[in-house]
Nanobody, 123 residues
Framework: QVQLVESGGGLVQPGGSLRLSCVAS????????MGWFRQAPGKEREFVAA????????YYTDSVKGRFTISRDNAKNTVALQMNSLKPEDTAVYYC????????????????WGQGTQVTVSS
């Protein structure tokens, strides 16, 4: 099994930046695709970004393209989400998830999830 712990959330002004980090347990990290999802109060959990195990392919939902960047460091068992030009509509709990090669945007395809970290974008 894989255990995931997110960090880096907080309160930021519109237009600001945050970098989220997710640390995974285990020694087969590179064998998993990693994804970031978010959920705002009263809303459905939505796909944000994903990266293949090798780091060679990345995917983003349209609303964050050009603003967010997902990356991973397999030597450190970490995946990061750099969030720039943040907007109030980015406010949500952000979750890190892990799974084997799959349809990257499907939450049901990720068996392992972190506890979430709150991101609030507000003046």
């Amino acid at each position: 099994q894989v255990q995931l712990v997110e960090s880096g959330g907080g309160l930021v002004q519109p237009g600001g930046s945050l970098r989220l980090s997710c640390v995974a347990s285990g020694r087969t990290f590179s064998g998993y695709d990693m994804g970031w999802f978010r959920q705002a109060p009263g809303k459905e959990r939505e796909f944000v970004a994903a990266i293949r195990g090798s780091g060679g392919n990345t995917y983003y939902t349209d609303s964050v393209k050009g603003r967010f960047t997902i990356s991973r460091d397999n030597a450190k068992n970490t995946v990061a989400l750099q969030m720039n030009s943040l907007k109030p509509e980015d406010t949500a709990v952000y979750y890190c998830a892990a799974g084997r090669t799959m349809y990257y945007a499907g939450a049901q395809n990720y068996p392992f999830w972190g506890q979430g970290t709150q991101v609030t974008v507000s003046s």
